[in-house]
């Protein structure tokens, strides 16, 4: 397996697929609560078969050129992840997300790893705008997009049902030009 170094801290990127359900279910278990604040991601894996068939459903995805996941490790540890959730290439759109368990939180890993695959997408596959989907309460999340450069095109009042509560969903977006002149044309990673 490949990986993609995120910086000289023991960060790195590489895909997840669905033999590694097992170590998926494990950072899951050891995040959940924390993930679960904005992300319906702990209620669908909640044991070794749906850690499975996510995993399974992102590599469809990735067969299809239609998304993917790729984990953030940390010293080895799976602590995260990044996903394209969706990709359209004919379009040219994606919408990019991701988790950290708390162990992760605060050296800047979503930002570098994002970065990663926002180049890979507008690089690669010729993605035009990518967007970032995020709960107006999810202030750390809404802090990635703006260190992205991501510009905030509007909020989608209480459009979002999660555990019993609807949320205000705000919609930030990179077009290619913007992504290319604000980070240059690095060559795009092989994710």
């Known amino acids: 397996m490949f990986a993609i170094s995120l910086g000289d801290d023991g960060a790195e990127l590489g895909p997840l697929e669905p033999w590694q359900a097992e170590e998926f279910l494990a950072h899951i278990d050891r995040g959940r ?19 499975r068939a996510f995993l399974r459903a ?3 995805k ?10 953030i490790r940390r010293d080895g540890e799976l602590v995260g992840a990044v996903i ?20 992760a939180v605060g050296r800047g890993l979503v930002t570098r790893a994002v970065r990663v695959l926002i180049d890979w997408a507008v690089g690669e596959r010729g993605i035009h ?15 990635v997009a703006r260190r992205l450069g991501m510009t905030k095109d509007g909020v989608l009042r ?5 555990r019993g509560k609807r949320h205000d969903m ?7 030009p913007e992504w290319r002149t604000a980070n240059g044309d690095r060559p795009a990673s092989a994710t």
Request: proline residues 6%; contains cysteine.
């Open 33 to 51: 609560d924390y993930i679960g604040r904005f992300n319906g991601l702990p209620d669908v894996v909640t044991d070794l078969e749906s850690s």
């Open 58 to 60: 992102y590599a469809e």
């Open 62 to 71: 990735t067969a299809a050129d239609a998304g993917r996941i790729c984990g």
């Open 84 to 103: 394209l959730r969706t990709m359209d290439v004919p379009e040219g759109t994606a919408e990019a997300g991701c988790w950290l368990e708390p162990s």
């Open 129 to 143: 705008r990518v967007e970032w989907w995020v709960s107006s309460d999810n202030a750390p999340s809404i802090a």
């Open 158 to 162: 209480e459009s979002y049902p999660y």
């Open 170 to 176: 705000e919609v930030w977006s990179v077009l290619a």
